[in-house]
């Protein structure tokens, strides 16, 4: 086992660091590994919830921008048929790239080591690297995570199944699998090979010290034992990975892109094991990637996708008109109950006003009987009356 440098020299500030890969990857593992190697990630990460218990690591506002970018393209994050070339120098982008290059100067001005996680980097990486460029004049250096393609697909079927109404990927097969492809193809077309590095999820797990010590070396940052403590209790846990191994996953339907990913899989897993990517073998690694040859595969598998939208949608739809008539039954029923409680309250007025009254006589009665208590008369008399007995004729 390699020994964690303690004097390991910083020079953070020539780069900055985007954590890449398809969703479902284990980029949020790869992300808290340079966290914990004193990377600064952002502001307010995204909350832990049941789909990644020990976080995400991903910046909020950094991860609506990208929704709200890509909204402006008619994409989302799941959008597995981005296959075309993209502009990203039009000028409907120019308020997108200021707002961005804003963003990156609030939180990154000054600070020396730095670096964002989001899988959507992926499709939007020419878009970002011109914006990191031109708000921190330094280079962008991609950590890619890789996991196998099929793991990843039955991961976002447990999503879709979980919640089938926001994650409608997942409930295809082979869908998940074109996301995963897309993502993959087109962040190594916008990445350059002497600043890429592939991190193996499953050796990030199996063996996390070397990994991260692999990771630190390559970044040029320290790797302490104290984090590599920290990373491996808080952050690693052997049941991230106990999905292993091929066969899980009905290949008959469209097998020509199991072989793609599955081969372009094994070139990367390649990649992960070495210290560096030579340009060429990144060159010839995207000449075998020839997409356009599943076109037709990508459009007819939209069509389904738009399809269950749709439907999707029009439930939905009917959900919430129920949901209005239930608000307009509801509304109804407090307007009632208003109605009656301005009646109890104008009886309670009026009973209040009937108390007042009452009070204000019992107290010039009581005010008038402690004037007659007090006069010479009634002494005179309740004196008398001690003396002489009343004796009726």
């Known amino acids: 086992m390699m020994t964690p440098s303690r004097d390991h020299p910083v020079t953070q500030k020539n780069q900055f660091i985007l954590v890449i890969g398809p969703h479902r990857s284990g980029s949020s593992l790869v992300a808290a590994a340079l966290h914990s190697l004193g990377v600064n990630l952002g502001k307010q990460f995204i909350a832990p919830n049941e789909d990644n218990p020990k976080g995400f690591f991903e910046d909020e506002d950094i991860v609506r921008f990208n929704d709200r970018l890509l909204r402006s393209l ?26 961005a290059v804003a963003l990156v100067l609030q939180r990154f001005d000054g600070v020396g080591a730095a670096g964002l996680k989001d899988p959507r ?46 994650h409608l990927l997942g409930r295809r097969n082979v869908q998940t699998l074109l996301l995963w492809l897309t993502y993959v193809s087109r962040a190594l077309a916008a990445v ?52 292993t191994g091929r066969g899980a996953v009905r290949r008959s339907e469209y097998p020509m892109v199991w072989d793609l990913a599955d081969t372009l899989y094994e070139r990367l897993l390649a990649f992960s094991r070495c210290n ?65 409680y301005r009646s109890l309250e104008d009886q309670y007025k009026g009973l209040d006003d009937q108390y007042k009254a009452l009070a204000d006589q019992y107290e010039l009665l009581s005010a008038n009987h402690q004037i007659v208590l007090n006069t010479r008369g009634w002494k005179l008399l309740v004196a008398m009356r001690r003396f002489l007995t009343w004796r009726p004729g």
């Open 74 to 99: 008619n994409l989302s994050w799941d959008s597995f048929g981005f296959i075309w070339e993209m502009d990203f120098n039009t000028l409907k982008l120019k308020p997108y790239h200021n707002a």
């Open 121 to 166: 980097f992926c499709i939007l990486l020419p878009f970002w690297k011109r914006v990191i460029a031109e708000a921190l004049n330094v280079d962008v250096t991609c950590v890619l995570s890789l996991r196998e393609p099929e793991l990843c697909v039955l991961s976002q079927k447990t999503r879709h199944i979980k919640d089938s109404d926001f």
């Open 192 to 243: 350059e090979p002497q600043r890429l590095i592939v991190v193996n999820y499953a050796a990030l797990v199996a063996t996390p010290e070397i990994e991260l010590q692999r990771l630190a070396k390559f970044l040029d940052l320290e790797c302490s034992m104290q984090a590599m403590e920290s990373y491996c209790r808080d952050q690693v846990d052997p049941l991230l990975n106990r999905s």
């Open 276 to 340: 560096s990517i030579q340009a060429d073998e990144l060159k010839q690694l995207l000449g075998y990637l020839d997409l356009q040859e599943l076109e037709p595969i990508y459009i007819k598998e939209l069509q389904y996708m738009s399809g269950y939208a749709y439907k999707k949608i029009i439930s939905l739809r009917h959900r919430l008109i129920r949901t209005i008539g239930e608000v307009g039954d509801e509304r109804g029923r407090v307007e009632f109950l208003r109605e009656n």
